[in-house]
């Protein structure tokens, strides 16, 4: 057993003094107080049973980033150049998926992924739609791309629930996949299916699935993919477009979220993602269910504010995601989340910070609801937030994370061991592992003359 003490932890929804945090094979056991925490070793040394650990800063549950396509990374701070729309942009992201191979891709997640690490993440929703080679053809292991984002997860020390996306078309109205989009595509649901019955449950890896889009699936296919996966981690990506809207209505007549309704999609574990355009109706269907807002990226491509606090309101569990990795950060995502229906509503305080930090450490939304508070039976996830640097001097430890970044992660704890320990991860230089696949991608030649926004 490992003792954990911390001056301000946050526990049961609420912030505690001095803390006392007992972990056993990787699960809390016990928290309590202590009036006088005796300084102990540092969390990035090794500890033997029964040794305490002084815990530096506030103290919270690991957070859950529940949406990410890893491969966006390699276009962070490339695609500003020009302008442009969301529908520009994701012609760059294609050429950045068509130059990727299991092995880049790991190389390029396993970055991606201490990245996380370091700002708190420990467990991530991996929105999978990177299946096959360039041409369309599987590899020899028709998982291998999966495989890649699971093994890099393993090095970074984090969990993740593999979202493995089936994409069968290009438009609303059912035109067929073309070009890098071929990567995406199994053929049928069947095909589908059959590669994604070949995944496996980790321990620090499960399998759940998505419905990329209204666009990308079949209105006649919906049933039968909400029949197989009912009872799995299912997220579906939802009205962040007005053009996505606007394109339902006019073949189907209705709302995506209307239509995923009609056809069963939402079932008890379904998460919308984005559900940024809504109607009131909308709303009250949702209202029952999981949405993440991803705050960086909706602001990135410019897609809109969503509503957030009339669907909590409604009944909606909200969770959050860093998406396309325009920053990697999640204090500026929960801040995002306020700030956005700050800007929206005109009005003040529309999440408490307590909200806010749930919605961060919603590990439920994929799958992993022994996870995202420091309590008796929960995993073992710890992430220490200075309380000295520039930025967080002089705050409310209560309201910290409303000024704390990634960069006041000190130390990081997953399933009871140590993955970043004095702001640094303690396996992989990631600054180093990002610039090198970047450059070896290429991803620099994105935006060569001629194909910028």
């Known amino acids: 057993m490992t003792v954990y003490s911390a001056s301000y932890a946050w526990t049961g929804g609420r912030l505690a003094r001095d803390v006392r945090i007992e972990v056993h094979d990787g699960v809390i056991t016990g928290v309590g107080s202590v009036s006088d925490p005796t300084p102990a070793p540092d969390p990035g040394m090794s500890t033997s049973d029964g040794a305490e650990v002084r815990l530096p800063g506030l103290?919270?549950?690991?957070?859950?980033?529940?949406?990410?396509?890893?491969?966006?990374?390699?276009?962070?701070?490339?695609?500003?150049a020009g302008g442009g729309s969301f529908w520009t942009w994701r012609e760059l992201m294609y050429e950045v998926a068509g130059r990727l191979d299991p092995d880049s891709y790991y190389a390029l997640a396993r970055g991606v992924y201490a990245e996380m690490a370091l700002a708190g993440i420990t467990a991530v929703g991996e929105f999978h739609y990177l299946h096959h080679g360039p041409d369309g053809v599987p590899y020899d292991d028709p998982n291998a791309m999966g495989h890649a984002l699971i093994a890099a997860a393993a090095d970074a020390g984090i969990r993740i629930t593999l979202l493995d996306t089936l994409y069968l078309t290009s438009s609303v109205d059912g035109k067929p996949l073309e070009g890098v989009q071929r990567r995406y595509g199994d053929g049928s649901l069947d095909g589908w299916s059959s590669r994604t019955d070949l995944l496996r449950d980790r321990p620090h890896a499960r399998i759940g699935a998505a419905l990329h889009s209204v666009r990308a699936v079949p209105a006649d296919?919906?049933?039968?993919?909400?029949?197989?996966?009912?009872?799995?981690?299912?997220?579906?990506?939802?009205?962040?477009?007005?053009?996505?809207?606007?394109?339902?209505r006019a073949v189907h007549g209705c709302t995506p979220t209307e239509l995923l309704e009609a056809h069963g999609v939402w079932q008890p574990r379904t998460v919308a993602v984005h559900a940024t355009h809504l109607t009131d109706r909308d709303i009250?269907?949702?209202?029952?269910?999981?949405?993440?807002?991803?705050?960086?990226?909706?602001?990135?491509?410019?897609?809109?504010?969503?509503?957030?606090?009339?669907?909590?309101?409604?009944?909606?569990?909200?969770?959050?995601?860093?998406?396309?990795h325009a920053v990697i950060d999640p204090y500026e995502e929960l801040r995002g989340l306020e700030m956005n229906d700050r800007l929206a509503s005109e009005q003040r305080g529309r999440f408490t910070p307590a909200d806010l930090i749930a919605a961060a450490a919603n590990h439920e939304s994929i799958g992993w609801s022994d996870a995202g508070d420091i309590a008796v039976g929960k995993r073992a996830d710890l992430v220490c937030v200075r309380l000295d640097s520039v930025r967080t001097a002089g705050a409310d430890p209560a309201q910290a994370v409303l000024a704390a970044t990634a960069a006041d992660i000190t130390h990081v704890i997953a399933d009871g061991r140590a993955i970043v320990s004095d702001g640094r991860?303690?396996?992989?230089?990631?600054?180093?592992?990002?610039?090198d696949t970047i450059s070896a991608l290429g991803a620099g030649r994105v935006l060569e003359e001629g194909r910028r926004p």
């Open 59 to 80: 103290v919270l549950p690991g957070l859950a980033n529940a949406h990410s396509h890893a491969f966006h990374r390699a276009l962070r701070g490339r695609t500003h």
């Open 284 to 324: 009250d269907i949702l209202g029952g269910h999981q949405v993440c807002f991803c705050p960086t990226t909706e602001r990135d491509l410019a897609d809109g504010i969503g509503p957030a606090r009339r669907l909590a309101d409604a009944g909606a569990r909200l969770s959050l995601g860093s998406d396309s």
């Open 221 to 248: 296919v919906m049933p039968a993919f909400a029949r197989r996966t009912d009872g799995r981690p299912v997220h579906v990506h939802l009205s962040e477009q007005r053009a996505e809207n606007e394109q339902c």
């Open 425 to 435: 991860h303690t396996a992989i230089d990631a600054p180093r592992a990002l610039a």
